[in-house]
Protein backbone atom coordinates (compact mmCIF):
# COMPACT_ATOMS: atom_id res chain seq x y z
CA UNK A 1 0.00 0.00 0.00
CA UNK A 2 1.38 3.33 -1.05
CA UNK A 3 2.04 6.27 1.43
CA UNK A 4 -0.88 9.22 1.20
CA UNK A 5 0.28 12.45 -0.41
CA UNK A 6 1.11 15.08 2.14
CA UNK A 7 -0.05 18.05 0.42
CA UNK A 8 -0.03 20.18 3.98
CA UNK A 9 3.36 19.20 4.63
CA UNK A 10 4.70 19.62 0.85
CA UNK A 11 2.94 23.53 1.15
CA UNK A 12 4.99 23.96 4.08
CA UNK A 13 8.12 23.31 3.30
CA UNK A 14 7.29 25.45 -0.32
CA UNK A 15 6.53 28.52 1.97
CA UNK A 16 9.46 27.77 4.91
CA UNK A 17 11.47 27.90 1.63
CA UNK A 18 10.32 31.06 0.42
CA UNK A 19 9.39 33.12 3.80
CA UNK A 20 11.05 31.70 6.82
CA UNK A 21 14.33 33.62 7.27
CA UNK A 22 17.65 31.36 6.90
CA UNK A 23 18.47 33.20 10.36
CA UNK A 24 15.45 31.99 12.14
CA UNK A 25 15.77 29.76 14.76
CA UNK A 26 14.42 26.69 16.00
CA UNK A 27 11.55 28.79 17.74
CA UNK A 28 10.36 30.83 15.32
CA UNK A 29 10.35 28.24 12.79
CA UNK A 30 8.46 25.75 15.03
CA UNK A 31 5.64 28.71 15.43
CA UNK A 32 5.37 29.79 12.56
CA UNK A 33 4.77 25.86 11.47
CA UNK A 34 2.03 26.17 14.22
CA UNK A 35 0.68 29.27 12.60
CA UNK A 36 0.49 27.75 8.88
CA UNK A 37 -0.80 24.75 9.56
CA UNK A 38 -3.65 26.49 12.45
CA UNK A 39 -4.11 28.72 8.90
CA UNK A 40 -5.11 25.54 6.87
CA UNK A 41 -7.22 24.42 9.79
CA UNK A 42 -9.09 27.30 9.85
CA UNK A 43 -9.49 27.85 5.80
CA UNK A 44 -10.34 23.51 5.90
CA UNK A 45 -13.29 24.90 8.58
CA UNK A 46 -14.29 27.69 6.91
CA UNK A 47 -14.96 25.94 3.47
CA UNK A 48 -16.43 23.02 5.77
CA UNK A 49 -19.03 24.43 7.68
CA UNK A 50 -19.83 27.52 4.43
CA UNK A 51 -19.99 25.25 1.26
CA UNK A 52 -23.47 24.04 -0.04
CA UNK A 53 -24.74 20.60 0.65
CA UNK A 54 -24.46 18.69 -2.12
CA UNK A 55 -21.84 17.69 -5.34
CA UNK A 56 -22.78 20.46 -7.39
CA UNK A 57 -20.65 23.69 -7.15
CA UNK A 58 -23.39 26.74 -6.55
CA UNK A 59 -23.08 30.36 -6.97
CA UNK A 60 -22.59 30.90 -3.00
CA UNK A 61 -19.73 28.28 -2.99
CA UNK A 62 -17.94 30.67 -5.92
CA UNK A 63 -18.70 33.68 -4.14
CA UNK A 64 -17.02 31.89 -1.07
CA UNK A 65 -13.44 30.75 -2.92
CA UNK A 66 -13.28 33.94 -4.59
CA UNK A 67 -14.30 36.08 -1.53
CA UNK A 68 -11.14 34.42 0.42
CA UNK A 69 -9.14 34.94 -2.52
CA UNK A 70 -9.85 38.31 -2.38
CA UNK A 71 -9.33 38.56 0.91
CA UNK A 72 -5.46 37.20 0.77
CA UNK A 73 -4.73 39.26 -2.15
CA UNK A 74 -6.10 42.54 0.16
CA UNK A 75 -4.02 40.97 2.55
CA UNK A 76 -0.79 40.30 0.60
CA UNK A 77 -1.16 43.88 -1.09
CA UNK A 78 -1.09 45.32 2.68
CA UNK A 79 1.61 43.85 4.31
CA UNK A 80 4.27 42.28 1.58
CA UNK A 81 5.44 45.70 0.96
CA UNK A 82 5.84 47.01 4.50
CA UNK A 83 6.34 43.97 6.52
CA UNK A 84 8.21 41.63 4.17
CA UNK A 85 11.98 42.26 3.56
CA UNK A 86 13.07 42.10 0.10
CA UNK A 87 13.14 38.96 -1.93
CA UNK A 88 10.99 37.05 0.91
CA UNK A 89 8.15 36.82 -0.65
CA UNK A 90 7.02 36.80 -4.41
CA UNK A 91 3.55 36.28 -5.49
Request: hydrophobic letters at 45%; glycine letters at 8%; charged letters at 30%.
Amino acid sequence: MSTPRRRLEEAWKQFEARVVPDRAGLAQRAMMRGAFYGGAMMVLDLIGTEVSDGVDVTASDEALMQGLVAEIDAFLDEVAPNEVAPGEVKR
